[in-house]
Each structure stands twice: as C-alpha cells, then as structure tokens.
C-alpha cells in the first residue's frame, strides 16, 4: 500500500481548498459590498463559478476516492483520532457539497440564473420564492463558515501530526 495519496487525489485535494478559499473570500467581499454595482455582480457571478467547480472538483473527488483506496493512518494513531478522522472527511464531503448546491438553490430560489463561467446556463433547483430564499442564504452562509472551520480544524490536525507526533499524516497529501 502507498504511503502518499495518488497524485490526482492529492492535485484534486489542492485544487478544491484553493477553490473553497476563493469562493468563500468573495463571498465575504460581495456580502459586505454596499448597494448593486457591476463590479458586485461580476464578483458574485466569480463567486458562483468557483462553487460549480467545487461541486464538480468534490464529485470528482468522490469518485476516484471510491474507486482508489487511501493510504492507512499511521498505525500509532489512537482509535479515536482514526475515528475523529473519518467522521471529519465524512462532514468535509457532504459539506462540500452541500453548500455550493445551497448557493445554486438560493439563485434559484431569487430568480438569479447561475451561468456558469458565462457560458452554459444551468437549471434552476427550484422555482422563484422570496420566502425560502432568506432562508436558503442564511443556510448556505451557516454552512460555508462550518466548512471554513472544520477545513481549519483539519489543517491544524494535518501540522499537529507533522511538527508535534512527527508522523506522515501531512507528507502524505504534499
């Protein structure tokens, strides 16, 4: 068995944080913008292309995750650190899905197309409906900053393991 993940699981792993960071950096940056401008908009349309891509990059993910089977913890971990482990990764996916699909449902739900990369439109998840749309927002924010700390959460486990425990749980993403 490998001790690194593969080099596509580890390059998709890379590319969807980056996504992530980007999208929830806008997504602060538009939310705190005052009043309708054009730069607001294009910000807001950035902040939707990056969440389809997270939805395909973390579907992708999924898939080769499923299909490739990941280097084992290191033996010294303690069963309640695997356990916390793979509860993590387990929140982590059905966030990263959960929350780009919540953005999509809340222009859905304000009648706000979602063109991606300004080139194929994609179907609304629901018909227009002020009454749920604020509903649906304050979800998708409660998810996107529940996202952002557990990512952080796990990033502060992965250097644990590397500066405290000295033991390969980092090297094996880098």
């Known amino acids: 068995m490998s001790v690194k993940y593969t080099l596509p699981a580890r ?16 997504g602060i940056t538009t939310d705190n ?9 294009k910000l807001i349309n950035y902040h939707k292309w990056i969440g389809i ?5 973390v579907a992708l993910r999924l898939l080769w995750r499923l299909s490739h089977r990941p280097p ?3 033996a010294n971990m303690a069963s309640w650190e695997k356990q916390v482990a793979h509860l993590t990764h387990i929140v982590l996916y059905v966030l990263m899905f959960a929350v780009p699909l919540g953005g999509w449902l809340y222009s859905s ?18 018909a227009k409906n002020e009454d749920v749309a604020g509903l649906i ?15 952080l959460a796990h990033a502060a486990a992965a250097l644990k393991h590397h500066f405290i425990q000295r033991d390969d749980v980092l090297k094996r993403m880098l």
């Open 53 to 57: 891509a997270v939805l395909l990059l």
């Open 33 to 41: 913008m005052e009043g309708f401008s054009m730069q607001k908009l």
């Open 11 to 26: 390059a998709l792993h890379w590319l969807t944080a980056l996504a992530i960071i980007a999208a929830f950096a806008l």
């Open 137 to 151: 927002k304050f979800g998708h924010k409660i998810g996107a900053w529940t996202l952002i700390g557990l990512a």
């Open 109 to 126: 739900a304000k009648g706000y197309p979602v063109v991606w990369l300004g080139l194929v439109q994609l179907p609304d998840l629901m």
């Open 72 to 74: 084992e913890l290191p």
